[in-house]
């Protein structure tokens, strides 16, 4: 073996090893469908954007002769002389606007209609970064024709402009009650929450409601954290929007639930962060997914009401109709 070659680091590129990383994600998150299998992917991504992965963008140009397989997949143009040129974009039913990104070969030549398009060889970073700077587009789909998952521009930002705003009073306070729950130092955690919040640190007085709501190092009041909770959000702090609506989600509010996510996302517009971004457009596809199929419900519910053994053929078909209906909406 040529000990020079075997020092040599993979390359994250379509047309070296692909994305592992993201594509074991992406798969587990079918799997799954959980928060947990969420956060693997973001995590997946973060790894991905560190290791300056590259992806296959899709442009609109000229195909090749008579839809022939071309060479760009092989070959494609390099991201300095890709600048200007249209991209190829893909829209779904509710006229959402979405940029593919392939993580391989292999991914790009699955379906006819990208099989033979040039194609741009960018960074993960630029592509989703093209994605966000582009009037009209809202997000980024990868690998579109097989297990894929869609990143919208709140993702985007949150995995590209993460950050903290400055530090301010108690700041420091909430960093260290957060490494003392990390550790399981539940007392110590409260502590340093109840001095964070005593500073002035929103983020602070919100750990310290979740310590209050859960009964960590302290004695557990819900109406208490509740109050804390809602004065941080007063005060723009994200989390604990995020954890009003988990509150109301899970007294069965779903409706008061969708309002606090809806805060939360306009809250964190504003300054992306990968800590709670995430989280808020998970809650809002969970519960608007859940208010969707709670309205399929009572209609099908209501018209049953109204069935008779004579009508119930027509009555399937109604059911299944409104069925595809609600599956477009989602």
Not at 178 to 187: L, M, P, Q, V
Request: hydrophobic residues 40%; glycine residues 8%.
């Amino acid at each position: 073996m040529n000990p020079r070659r075997s020092r040599t680091a993979p390359v994250y590129s379509p047309r070296g090893t692909g994305c592992p990383a993201i594509e074991q994600a992406v798969q587990t998150l079918y799997k799954g469908q959980n928060e947990e299998s969420f956060w693997s992917l973001m995590s997946a991504l973060n790894y991905a954007l560190e290791l300056e992965t590259h992806v296959l963008v899709p442009l609109q140009t000229a195909l090749s002769a008579q839809g022939a397989p071309a060479p760009w997949m092989e070959h494609p143009i390099p991201a300095e002389k890709a600048d200007g040129l249209a991209l190829w974009t893909l829209r779904n039913d509710k006229g959402r606007c979405w940029l593919p990104l392939f993580t391989s070969v292999a991914a790009a030549g699955a379906d006819r209609s990208t099989g033979s398009r040039p194609m741009a060889d960018r960074t993960l970073e630029q592509a989703m970064q093209l994605a966000l700077d582009t009037p009209g587009i809202d997000g980024v789909v990868l690998d579109p024709w097989s297990n894929s998952a869609s990143l919208d521009g709140a993702l985007l930002n949150g995995l590209l402009h993460a950050g903290h705003t400055p530090e301010e009073p108690g700041d420091a306070e909430a960093d260290a009650g957060k490494e003392a729950a990390r550790k399981g130092c539940w007392e110590q955690a409260v502590e340093c929450f109840e001095k964070a919040a005593e500073l002035g640190s929103a983020m602070g007085l919100s750990r310290l409601a979740d310590c209050i709501y859960k009964g960590r190092g302290t004695r557990p009041g819900r109406t208490q954290a509740r109050r804390r909770w809602k004065e941080a959000a007063d005060s723009g702090e994200v989390l604990s929007m995020i954890a009003l609506g988990d509150d109301c989600a899970a007294r069965g509010e779903t409706g008061r639930a969708l309002i606090w996510y809806r805060k939360a996302r306009e809250a964190a517009a504003h300054m992306p962060d990968i800590e709670y971004t995430p989280q808020v457009c998970l809650r809002m596809a969970q519960t608007e997914t859940r208010i969707n199929a709670d309205h399929f419900a009572h209609i099908v519910c209501f018209l049953s009401g109204a069935v008779s053994a004579q009508n119930f053929y027509h009555f399937l078909i109604i059911v299944a109709y409104l069925y595809d209906a609600f599956l477009v909406q989602l």
